[in-house]
């Protein structure tokens, strides 16, 4: 029997995303035939090999409108010609195509909600942009009845929104066998998109009265900005930023860290409801993390104490902390010794059975 095609499509650098790298690894592993598109930028690096096919796509223009235009135009080009059974649309940026060419072709189609998309910070911020995008997600989502999003809360909001029942696949990292914590230095570590709303206008400045280093992996809209206020701080020694970082010298800096960092602005019910990669892989490399408070986070904690939850992102909140969790050895090391417990329950390998059976039941009705 020929194995079920399955196409899914996102506007960023395939090496760099893990949640997709999971998703198709587990689909591949489960025996359908997966592509996963992405986009080929200028410091695209050679694509790693993977278990699934993997398609970028060139664009002339990077970023802003005219990159979404452009990358929706050869997106929609090349669906036209790919085999498949099921598109699979990841997040909103790539949603249009893939429902046009879902029912052109009469194709069966998932939507994959990693964000509340237009709740996000940078999306909030600008009205005109905010309604652009509000009126995709309106025409867009309610036709995509089956997909799945990363929290309960996430769920909510688009049941409420839409009346959809979209199925929960957290961003749980694999779980692997714990090698114990090797701390050459006591490093504070934030792992993941550099972008607006998630806390740099105040983590930056409170490292000024941080007794420790600062650890930056990652790029995105605010990277810029994060590096321009640690020169304004003085704090080139305190915050060292190490850009784009692949996959697996980010878990050897994971590994090694003393604190991890999960912070986000309450501005967009995206960031207030959201449940980071992050915030598990800092759990399952058993390393405290300091977390907002919000309802995702909260309840996870409550479960397994794993983070020092702060109810605000103020610039004292977050040094006081910090400085709590580098000193108070009773504290860190309960938070420690959770982790070792929750990793257990929020792990890929229980997040796939859900994946899969969406896929298995999409197929077998």
């Given at each position: ?229 640690c020169r304004q701080l003085n704090l080139q020694d ?128």
């Amino acid at each position: 029997m020929e194995r079920k095609k399955i196409v899914c499509t996102v506007t960023n650098d395939l090496n760099f995303d893990q949640r997709m790298n999971r998703i198709c690894s587990s689909l591949a592993n489960a025996g359908y035939d997966v592509t996963l598109i992405g986009r080929n930028r200028p410091t695209s690096t050679p694509l790693n090999e993977k278990p699934f096919q993997q398609k970028r796509l060139n664009c002339f223009f990077d970023k802003g409108k005219l990159f979404y235009a452009e990358y929706n135009i050869r997106l929609f080009i090349f669906l036209l010609f790919i085999k498949c059974d099921v598109i699979c649309a990841i997040d909103l940026d790539t949603i249009l195509p893939c429902l046009f060419m879902s029912k052109i072709r009469n194709k069966k189609r998932v939507y994959d909600a990693h964000e509340l998309f237009c709740e996000m910070e940078e999306i909030v911020a600008r009205p005109l942009i905010y309604k652009a995008w509000k009126k995709i997600e309106q025409y867009a989502v309610p036709q995509f009845s089956i997909g799945y999003t990363i929290g309960d809360c996430y769920a909510e909001q688009f049941k409420k929104m839409y009346g959809v029942n979209y199925q929960i696949v957290r961003n749980a990292t694999v779980l692997m066998p714990f090698a114990q914590n090797i701390h050459e230095e006591k490093y504070i570590l934030y792992q993941g998109a550099v972008n607006e709303g998630r806390s740099f206008e105040t983590l930056i400045p409170a490292m000024q009265f941080v007794h420790g280093k600062l650890i930056i992996c990652g790029e995105g809209n605010f990277y810029k900005d994060a590096i321009a206020l640690c020169r304004q701080l003085n704090l080139q020694d305190k915050i060292i930023f190490k850009g784009y970082v692949e996959p697996q010298t980010l878990k050897e800096y994971t590994k090694k860290a003393y604190i991890g960092i999960t912070l986000f602005t309450n501005q967009g019910k995206s960031n207030y409801y959201s449940m980071a990669n992050r915030f598990f892989d800092y759990m399952h490399s058993c390393v405290p993390q300091l977390c907002v408070n919000y309802p995702e986070y909260q309840k996870a904690n409550e479960q397994f104490e794993i983070a020092y939850l702060v109810t605000d992102c103020k610039i004292n909140t977050i040094a006081t902390a910090l400085n709590e969790m580098l000193e108070n050895v009773t504290l860190y090391t309960r938070l420690k010794q959770n982790c070792l417990k929750a990793r257990e329950v929020y792990c890929w390998q229980e997040e796939e059975k859900r994946l899969i059976n969406v896929y298995k039941n999409l197929f077998e009705n």
